[in-house]
């Protein structure tokens, strides 16, 4: 996993998956292993799915990239604290799923709590399973 700054500002986290390195089939498969994820930790709250792709698809302006067949994203909270009303900015969180006909890029931004961050780059980590 590679962490870097998207825009010069924002720390993400990415993974880029070649098909041949995971048994996931598709976008929304991977999907579905990071929702058992997010389901199974007692401090995540899943809140819903994103399908990226289709929603700028459906845009008179949109665009898409060449080669993307599938943008999806999963959105969930790890909501332990709630020190005050600034912490509202940087939730909830989301992992972004991106399909290539040989490959996934998988990502995330880095939250501001070290336990979720763990919990996310295991999760996606754990889709390297061949």
């Not at 962490?3 to 041949?20: A, G, I, M, N, R």
């Not at 976008?27 to 292993?33: E, G, K, M, T, V």
């Not at 909830?92 to 939250?111: H, K, L, W, Y």
Request: charge should be negative.
């Amino acid at each position: 996993m590679q962490q870097t700054h998207f825009d010069e500002k924002y720390p993400v986290y990415e993974l880029t998956l070649s098909k041949s390195e995971t048994t996931a089939v598709s976008a929304s498969d991977i999907i579905s292993r990071l929702k058992a994820n997010v389901d199974s930790n007692p401090s995540a709250a899943f809140i819903g799915l994103f399908d990226h792709f289709a929603h700028t698809k459906n845009l008179p302006e949109g665009e898409i990239a060449d080669g993307i067949l599938a943008a999806q994203h999963i959105i969930f909270c790890f909501g332990i604290k709630l020190p005050g009303p600034r912490v509202m900015a940087v939730r909830p969180r989301s992992i972004g799923v991106t399909e290539f006909a040989d490959q996934f890029v998988i990502n995330f931004m880095e939250p501001p709590m070290p336990m979720a961050t763990n919990a996310m780059e295991s999760w996606v980590n754990a889709l390297r399973d061949r």
